[in-house]
């Protein structure tokens, strides 16, 4: 068990149109990081959201946004599919008050996009 | 930014074999590394961490890593292998200090490994 919950598990969506994906963290942690996994790569950082604010954000293109609710729960959301987006999104949690030498990430199992 | 570059895209072992995987970062500054396990159909693990001391690691599994600062490199070592050790191995980094650009991680592509019973 991760921890980390994310749903759902499989989508598959048009392109051009929009999805929202969904994670949990693992209980007592208050910091998502959304990253994508295209087949054959290491998951690249797409953004990290802590007290509901996006703290940091990777080379992604405004199309994907996010949001964090009050109970640290978070969503990706990506507009305008491409075809290019076809990937596994992992949400990964982290407690804010670990320092910069303690900070470590939980993942989830990931979302599974495929757009046609 | 900074980047991590893993050697081996597969590697194939018998049982017993010892293992060795490649890990180089590139980062002017201190550092925070990770090796990930991902088992078919699971998340993603961690393996092992390291923050500051000791450069040598152990982690779950009998996994152990090296923190060579002068070679930029953190490889991942187990004396040997089993076929449940099947699976793929990321080694990742993230600049240690507090602020912005501090909370990615930096992944690199991955290494699968492959054990034959």
């Known amino acids: 068990d991760a921890g980390v919950t994310q749903s759902p598990t499989h989508l598959i969506k048009t392109r051009g149109q929009q999805v929202t994906l969904r994670c949990s963290p693992k209980s007592g942690h208050d910091t998502v990081s959304w990253y994508q996994q295209a087949l054959g790569q290491g998951p690249q950082f797409i953004f990290q959201y802590y007290e509901e604010e996006e703290r940091q954000r990777g080379n992604f293109p405004d199309r994907f946004s996010g949001h964090q609710f009050p109970n640290y729960s978070s969503e990706l959301n990506v507009n305008a599919l491409l075809l290019g987006d076809s990937a596994l999104y992992l949400c990964a949690s982290s407690f804010r008050l670990l320092g910069p030498n303690e900070r470590y990430y939980t993942f989830g199992s990931g979302t599974r996009l495929t757009v046609v | 930014a900074q980047s991590v570059s893993q050697h081996n895209h597969h590697v194939?072992?018998?049982?017993?074999?010892?293992?060795?995987?490649?890990?180089?970062?590139s980062y002017g500054g201190t550092v925070n590394l990770f090796w990930y396990v991902q088992y078919p159909g699971q998340h993603l693990q961690l393996l092992?961490?390291?923050?500051?001391?000791?450069?040598?690691?152990?982690?779950i599994k009998g996994f152990e890593a090296e923190f060579i600062k002068s070679k930029f490199s953190f490889n991942l070592r187990k004396p040997s292998v089993q076929w449940s050790d099947t699976a793929e191995y990321f080694c990742a980094v993230n600049p240690s200090y507090s602020g912005a650009g501090s909370y990615q991680l930096t992944f690199g592509k991955g290494t699968k490994l492959s054990v034959i019973p």
């Not at chain 2, 194939?12 to 970062?25: K, R, T």
């Not at chain 2, 390291?50 to 040598?56: M, N």
């Open chain 2, 12 to 25: 194939i072992l018998s049982e017993a074999a010892s293992l060795e995987l490649g890990c180089n970062y």
């Open chain 2, 48 to 59: 092992l961490k390291y923050f500051s001391g000791d450069p040598l690691v152990k982690g």
